[in-house]
Structure formats: C-alpha cells, structure tokens
C-alpha cells in the first residue's frame, strides 16, 4: 500500500508518496495522474514521508543541498536510468538533455531522456528541474516552468552560500 502526505511549499502543494522500500513519488498540485501512475493511495503517516518532508523543508529554507532518502521510484529500467543520472547532477547547475543522453551512454537517445525527464516521479529531489534545452533554454517542467525558475533561482542563491545543516 502507497502512503501520501501534503507538503505545502514556495512552489506550491506538493503530494510525497512513499512505499515500504523508499519514496515512490513528489507530485505537483496540478500532476495528471496519468504522468506518475500509482494505483491505490491512502493519506497516512509513514517514516519516510516524515523525512522527505524534512528535508524538502530544510531544501527550501536554503539549508539542504542534497537528499538522503530510500527511493523507490516506478517505471521502466531506461527510465530509472535516466533518474539514476538526475541524482548526479551537482546542486546549482543544469545538464542538457544531451549531456543526460551521454552520461548514460546513450548518446542518440536525447528525446527518449526528455520522455522520461518529463514522467520523474521525483521532482527536485531527482532534480529533473537542472535538466535545460539546447543553449541553457528552460523547458517543460511537470511543476510548470515559473516553479522550474524559482527552484533554479534558489539553487543558484544558494549554492555558494553557507549551508547550515
């Protein structure tokens, strides 16, 4: 059984889900279900929901750079592949969809990383909002592209500043 907590934050109403094995998902507000299918879902407490609110929280305040959270995202394996590669993209700076394709060996695949960079079920924190077009173009983002801004503007505030956690 799926386990779902709210999270309002400066983006919007955010919904963390998570299994038994890690954090399924992070949805927007506005999330068709059909970008991140789930099946059943029932609102309940849950340890991990309670730390991924936590940090998502202390990211927001400028305090957290990085996630420390069990995940247990759905999809197919190329797809997980192409979220393992988000994982790696350093707080306050951006990768191409290309560059994505590349570091997964997968070089010709650049609209396939952009099909499965728009169904990450783990926004921000499979930080799929620091993947950009050609030339650094900002690009459709599940949250919509002023929550894409924001999130890049707050990463870059505070990327060279102190972290205090």
């Given at each position: ?20 094995a890690g ?136 990327a060279a ?5």
């Amino acid at each position: 059984m799926l386990r779902s907590a709210a999270l309002p934050s400066p983006v919007g109403l955010l919904t963390l889900v998570a299994s038994e094995a890690g954090l399924v998902a992070v949805l927007w507000e506005q999330d068709s279900p059909a970008r991140v299918p789930l099946g059943p879902v029932e609102a309940a407490d849950h340890p991990i929901l309670a730390a991924a609110a936590g940090q998502l929280s202390a990211y927001f305040a400028g305090t957290r750079q990085a996630f420390d959270l069990p995940l247990d995202p759905r999809g197919t394996a190329f797809q997980r592949e192409v979220w393992t590669a988000l994982l790696a993209i350093p707080f306050g700076e951006t990768r191409s969809y290309a560059g994505i394709a590349r570091a997964i060996g997968r070089p010709a695949a650049v609209r396939a990383v952009g099909a499965a960079n728009g169904r990450n079920p783990l926004s921000i924190i499979a930080p799929c909002h620091r993947v950009v077009g050609a030339g650094g173009a900002l690009t459709g983002f599940a949250g919509g592209l002023a929550a894409k801004r924001w999130l890049l503007a707050h990463e870059a505030k505070h990327a060279a500043g102190p972290l205090f956690a």
